[in-house]
């Protein structure tokens, strides 16, 4: 098979190579992937999903031995660069052991009001730090029946590489945009006849299963951030503080432990495989 968009390069400080230039954490971190405009999608799983949900490739990176495969996905006009290994770990910074880099343009925002139309289940991400606890809190969301996902405007980035591999793409599927501003936010989602609920460990918070036992037609689901918890205004504004019960002396979960079981309890039966 012959790819007219094929661009072989040898030398890793390549000025093409810019999308691509090391990827590694720490560098990713700070690059602000937001403003560029682009996101990096790494596997033919996920970019085969992130094109499959209409997202648009800018260009490709990966070993000669994953073109064939990756073929049907490569639109025409889009560069391909193609180099041995050693000099894609010097690009990228790290080894490419899962075949094919994307750089895909990164989608406009939708309005929350547009994707609360319809919706019953939303889960709030209240300044989430850690990338893998919004990925597999994504992942838990969509498997769960959770109808959109609001992120506040400090909330890490769902599109983060690390964050949308361990959502198993599930970033694609789940819709989702930020809500801003935050906790202002609150109202816009109890005027579209949410119930809004902090998840959080206050002396006043009533059970997740009394939740359960009466649950609100449309449910607003709010979790807060890794250390703190979520902020004391955002308690305040929400309608009620919900617990789930601890048990074994642990005070709390994993904000992705949480937003599974959440979800899980109240999730509108009948959506389930
Ligand atoms: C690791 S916890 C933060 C713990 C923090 N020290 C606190 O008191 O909220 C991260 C988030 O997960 C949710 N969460 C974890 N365990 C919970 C529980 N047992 N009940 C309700 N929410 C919980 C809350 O939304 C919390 O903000």
Redesign the pocket.
Known sequence: MTFPDVVHVDDPADDRLADFNRLTDVVLRSRHEPAKGLYIAESSTVIRRAVAAGHRPRSFLMAPKWLDSMADVIPPGVPVYVAEEPVLKEITGFHLHRGALAAMHRPPLREVSELLEGARRVVVLEDIVDHTNVGAAMRACAALGVDVVLFTPSCADPLYRRAVRVSMGTVFQVPWTRIDPWPAGIDTLRAQGFTVA????EDD?VS?DDLVADPPGKLAL?????????KASTVAGCDLT?????SGGV?????AS?VAVAAWATRVPGGEA
């Open positions: 902090a998840l959080a460990l918070s997740l709010v979790l807060g951030t890794e250390g703190d918890g979520l919900v617990r789930i019960p601890m005070d709390s979960l994993n904000v949480a």
